[in-house]
């Protein structure tokens, strides 16, 4: 495995490649020692690591800054999830950006209809964010509901607010 991390504005962004595929991205460390220590502890292997502007990051610190969501292809390493998981996490990476979709209704995209749980529990899993956009998924009340496992989080209001702002729209709530 390899860790490839850069500077975005004062913090640093980091990815987990595995054989060039992405398995982990992180967008928010304080310095790039935390950024190395954080994502070296994700495997237990010995790692290299890299610091350059790699597509995956590229794309990263874009979606991070409200300022770039055009992705290049990414190969995603979907080790340790089920086939189910995978599809859920796959079809979420088509939701546009600036548009959002229920926990049902994404359940029900992925094939699998009445399954609001457990989507939310893949969003839980999800260790490609924001790149497979989880804080694209709310409550069918149209509430925001979790994010990084904390309910109200601002972070999930903001980098909704910032993709709407993006697609020249209001803000989102």
Known sequence: MKIVISKNKENWAGILLNEEKLYYSHSSFKNKKDAISYLSRIVDEDVSVEENEHPYIKALIGIENGTDYNLPKIKFDFTDFTEKEEKVLRTLFEVPVGETVSYGELAARAGFPG????????????????????????LSSGKLGKFAGEANNPRKKQLLDQEKRTKGLDSFL
Do not use: E, L, T
């Not at 609001?116 to 998924?137: L, W």
């Open 115 to 138: 399954a609001a749980q457990f989507v939310g529990n893949v969003m839980m899993k999800n260790r490609f964010g924001p790149i497979i956009p989880c804080h694209r998924v709310i």
